[in-house]
């Protein structure tokens, strides 16, 4: 599966913005769907997680409140939205399709938080 990522951009803090991630093929129902982040100089770290039907999700401490995480199965997309963002999520965000052994990712996308 290829996983195409949008959405991303600069906003100041307390704003909000929403990510997508598009998969091409028809198994997107299948995936366990995620995003990761990753901050300059920082490793990349778990943000938040769908299971396949949509029907559980769950988050890094750190945005849990704040972030959420949804997918649609019939537009083969998932999303993350984001709210009363902060300083601190600035970073490149990545998608992750996971099936088993299988796992892809998307291209990320870069979220910028002014102070």
């Known amino acids: 599966v290829q996983l195409q990522a949008s959405g991303g951009g600069l906003v100041q803090a307390g704003g909000s913005l929403s990510l997508s991630c598009a998969a091409s093929?028809?198994?997107?129902?299948?995936?366990?769907m995620r995003w990761f982040r990753q901050a300059p100089g920082k490793e990349r770290e778990f943000v938040a997680g769908?299971?396949?039907?949509?029907?559980?999700?769950n988050y890094a401490d750190s945005v849990k409140g704040r972030f959420t995480i949804s997918r649609d199965n019939a537009k083969n997309t998932a999303y993350l939205q984001m709210n009363s963002l902060k300083p601190e999520d600035t970073a490149v965000y990545y998608c992750?399709?996971?099936?088993?052994?299988?796992?892809?990712w998307g291209q990320g996308t870069l979220v910028t938080v002014s102070s």
């Open positions: 992750n399709a996971q099936l088993a052994s299988l796992s892809y």
């Open positions: 093929g028809r198994t997107f129902s299948l995936y366990l």
């Open positions: 769908i299971s396949r039907s949509g029907g559980s999700t």
